[in-house]
């Protein structure tokens, strides 16, 4: 119905750079709310950034500075630019997007990506 594609991980030294993306297709009407969530080893998931589709955003503290989410409505994209890596950052990487759903009535459905795995580390 609905599939949210990430890419972009892999593995970083410390203070490198990656640029993670997350493609929604399907039946999709538009899309609102798209997020970043990460999940560490161990740990709890952790919500890294927000955007609506009016292009307005959110960080975590932890990332504030270093990264930028930002959005492509045309391709139904969104991405993660990730500056001044830390090993603190390694974790799987998880988009999330409230997708209207055409097919599902215009409903408003919660879509999750399969994850893309982000290692720092030297």
């Known amino acids: 119905q609905v599939q949210l594609v990430e890419s972009g991980g892999g593995l970083v030294q410390p203070g490198g750079s990656l640029r993670l993306s997350c493609a929604a297709s399907?039946?999709?009407?538009?899309?609102?709310?798209m997020s970043w969530y990460r999940q560490a080893p161990g740990k709890e998931r952790e919500l890294v950034a927000v955007?609506?589709?009016?292009?307005?955003?959110n960080d975590a503290d932890s990332v504030k500075g270093r990264f930028t989410i930002s959005r492509d409505n045309a391709k139904n994209t969104v991405y993660l630019q990730m500056n001044s890596l830390k090993p603190e950052d390694t974790a799987v990487y998880y988009c999330?997007?409230?997708?209207?759903?055409?097919?599902?009535?215009?409903?408003?459905?919660?879509?999750w990506g399969q994850g893309t795995l982000v290692t720092v580390s030297s």
């Open positions: 999330n997007a409230d997708v209207v759903s055409m097919r599902a009535l215009f409903r408003h459905l919660e879509v």
């Open positions: 399907g039946s999709i009407f538009s899309i609102d709310t």
């Open positions: 955007i609506t589709s009016g292009g307005s955003t």
